[in-house]
C-alpha cells in the first residue's frame, strides 16, 4: 500500500505492535520477502539510533511521521517512518556522517569476482591495522539459490587471497551476512539460512582467522665444498586458527645447485611431493599449531670457485595468503680439505 506525500528519495516503514511488514513508497505489502526483512531491521534500528540525534535532526524526524490510510487488522493504525535520504542516514549511519568529509583513501573498486546474476546486501569488518573483510549474498553461485561468499582485503587494499564461499550447507536460501573482525584480523560471518535446522529459517556462523603461517629454511651444511650431498629443510609452522589448504611450495634451484631427490613430506599425507623443482609439495594442508618439514636432497656442482655464494629462495603459496611466504638460504663454497698420506721412514 503506497504512502501518501512519499517521494522516490524517501523510505517509509512500518512495524505495528512490533510484528508488522515494512511497507516502500513503490511497493505494498506484496513486495518481495527479502525487502521487507532488511527494512525491518532498519525499523529494530531507528529506535535505537534516534537517541544519536542532534535536535534539529530529530525535529526532521518527528516531521515526517505519517499514519498510514487505510483499514488495517488490530486496534492501532501503524505509523510510517518517512524519512528524507539524509535523515535517515543520520539515524542509521552517524559515525559515516562524521566522516564525510574526510579525504578518500583511493577510486572505486570491484569487490565480486563471480559477476553472474544478483549480488548484494554486503557487510564489512576491519582489524586494527586496516585490513577488512566484505561479506556479501550472491545468487546461483553455491548452486542453489542464494548463498554467502567473502572477499579478504588487506590495508593498502590489495585482496587477500580470491573470493570464498562462507557457507557450506547449499540448500536453499542462505543469506543477509553480517561479519565482524578483531584487532586482529580473525572475524566471523553470521548469516540466515532456510531449512537448515530442520524448521524454515535458522542463524548459522562461521569462524576465520588469519593462516598465522611462517616458512623458514635451513641447510645441513652452509658451507660445503663442490661435489658435496647437501639436504634442505623447509619448516612450515601454523599459529592461527584456520586451516590452510591446497597451499604449494615451490623452489628454483640455482646454478650450481643439482636436484638429486626424493622431496620427502613430514608428517606424511599432508601434501603431494613434487617430483622436481620448482615445484617441491602442492595439495598442502596445514593444521592449526601444526609444523611441518619438506627435505630436499641436492649436490653441489663441481669445479666451483671458493667463496661462491649460492642463494635460493622457497615460496608458500595458497589462497588464504598474500604475498606468499618466503624462506631464503645461501651457501659458500669452502675449499674442500684434502688429507695427505704421511709416509714415516723408520731408522
Known amino acids: 500500500m503506497p504512502v501518501e506525500g512519499c517521494s522516490t528519495s524517501e523510505v517509509a516503514s512500518w512495524r505495528p505492535n512490533g510484528r508488522g511488514h515494512p511497507v516502500d513508497c513503490e511497493r505494498d505489502q506484496q513486495a ?8 525491518e531491521r532498519i525499523c529494530r534500528e531507528a529506535p535505537r539510533r534516534l537517541m544519536d540525534l542532534s535536535r534539529h535532526q530529530y525535529g526532521l524526524a518527528r516531521q515526517h511521521l505519517r499514519l498510514l490510510p487505510g483499514e488495517w487488522p488490530g486496534r492501532h493504525r501503524p505509523v510510517a517512518w518517512v524519512l528524507p535520504a539524509a535523515v535517515m542516514a543520520a539515524m542509521l549511519c552517524p559515525p ?20 553472474t ?24 553461485r553455491d548452486g542453489d539459490d542464494y548463498g554467502v561468499c567473502a572477499q579478504r582485503y588487506n590495508s593498502d587494499g590489495s585482496t587477500g587471497g580470491t573470493e570464498f564461499q562462507v557457507n557450506t550447507y547449499t540448500t536453499d536460501h542462505q543469506h543477509n551476512p553480517s561479519v565482524a573482525m578483531d584487532a586482529d584480523g580473525d ?9 537448515q535446522d530442520g524448521e524454515k529459517w535458522g542463524v548459522f556462523a562461521r569462524r576465520y582467522g588469519l593462516p598465522y603461517l611462517s616458512l623458514g629454511k635451513e641447510v645441513d651444511d652452509d658451507t660445503p665444498f663442490s661435489g658435496q650431498a647437501i639436504n634442505y629443510t623447509l619448516v612450515v609452522t601454523s599459529s592461527g586458527i584456520m586451516t590452510t589448504t591446497g597451499a604449494v611450495i615451490s623452489d628454483t634451484l640455482p646454478d650450481g645447485i643439482n636436484f638429486v631427490g626424493p622431496v620427502t613430506v613430514e608428517p606424511s599425507g599432508v601434501g603431494t611431493p613434487g617430483t622436481a623443482p620448482p615445484t617441491l609439495v602442492t595439495d598442502l594442508t596445514v593444521a ?25 629462495t622457497a615460496a608458500l ?20 680439505e684434502v688429507y695427505l698420506p704421511i709416509l714415516l721412514r723408520s731408522p
Not at 546474476?117 to 586494527?128: I, L, N, R
Request: no cysteine; charged share 15%.
Open 32 to 39: 518481495d520477502l527479502r525487502w521487507r526483512a532488511q527494512v
Open 96 to 115: 559515516l556522517l562524521a566522516y564525510a568529509d574526510s579525504p578518500i583513501a583511493g577510486p572505486e573498486f570491484h569487490v565480486n569476482s563471480y559477476t
Open 117 to 140: 546474476s544478483v549480488q548484494g546486501f554486503a557487510s564489512v569488518a576491519m582489524d586494527t591495522d586496516g585490513d577488512f573483510v566484505v561479506a556479501w549474498e550472491s545468487y546461483q
Open 187 to 195: 572475524f566471523v560471518v553470521a548469516w540466515q539460512s532456510y531449512g
Open 288 to 312: 592449526p599449531g601444526q609444523r611441518l618439514t619438506v627435505t630436499v636432497p641436492a649436490t653441489v656442482s663441481t669445479g666451483l670457485a671458493e667463496g661462491t655464494v649460492l642463494t635460493n
Open 317 to 336: 603459496t595458497s589462497a588464504e595468503i598474500s604475498p606468499p611466504l618466503t624462506g631464503v638460504k645461501s651457501v659458500t663454497i669452502s675449499l674442500e
